[in-house]
């Protein structure tokens, strides 16, 4: 995750403040990439995501190693991620924390429920996903995502800002996270090949029941 800061060209007809002002937007960028900061907010799940994703700052994952850190103040954080189905007794907070979030603020939707409510959709206190109260970058999807799902959403929302996406006004589509899982090929055994079964034949098991029998009555 770690990157290199970009060589930043200066025009030399460009006044002093341009060329601050582009060397700070290159440094803020930088430092967005290689560390985001998050701040998690449950806005109405069975707390399975949320245990899922508590898994991450473990010592078997430690994403801290990454740069990515969790935060307890939405005006220190770049990333909102969002568990659960927006229920109407939430939705006012979870807008007044991402109105809290500096620019440029990213939003990841974790799991089933925050996706399209989840099985929950329907209920009569849920006002739906999260996309339907907050604008929302990548989707996450599972009920619960696993660790290794989480931080593959991570990986893409950095690789979705890396690409300049970063203002508000071009920030794309939604991005579902669905890492690349290798299948392998079926095996397949030709009509003349014998069938490696495991299962027992009946003449097979005939034949261990007669030497039983004929133990027992010696």
């Known amino acids: 995750m770690e990157e290199n800061i970009e060589e930043i060209t200066i025009n030399p007809e460009s006044s002093d403040k341009s060329i601050i002002d582009s060397v700070v937007d290159k440094i803020r960028s930088w430092s967005r990439i290689n560390s985001p900061w998050a701040i998690h907010y449950n806005s109405g799940s069975c707390n399975g995501c949320d245990i899922e994703l508590l898994t991450l700052v473990t010592p078997r994952y430690d994403v801290e190693r990454l740069g990515i850190k969790l935060q307890g103040s939405p005006r220190h954080a770049d990333v909102l991620i969002v568990t659960g189905a927006v229920t109407l007794q939430s939705k006012d907070r979870l807008i007044r924390i991402y109105n809290q979030m500096p620019e440029p603020k990213f939003v990841i939707a974790l799991g089933s429920c925050g996706i399209s409510g989840g099985v929950f959709h329907d209920c009569y206190c849920v006002e739906g996903g999260v996309a339907d109260v907050i ?77 039983t029998s004929k133990g027992e009555n010696q």
């Not at 990986?155 to 970063?166: C, E, H, M, Q, V």
């Not at 090929?185 to 007669?210: G, H, I, Y």
């Open 135 to 211: 604008p929302v970058d990548v989707f996450v999807p599972g009920c619960p995502p696993r660790p290794e799902a989480m931080i593959n959403g991570v990986a893409t929302l950095l690789a979705k800002i890396k690409a300049g996406n970063s203002k508000k006004e071009s920030r794309g589509p939604t991005i579902f996270a669905m890492p690349e899982i290798p299948v392998e090929p079926a095996e397949t055994t030709s009509a003349n090949e014998p069938s490696q079964k495991t299962s027992l034949e009946p003449s097979s098991v005939s034949e261990e029941n007669q030497n």
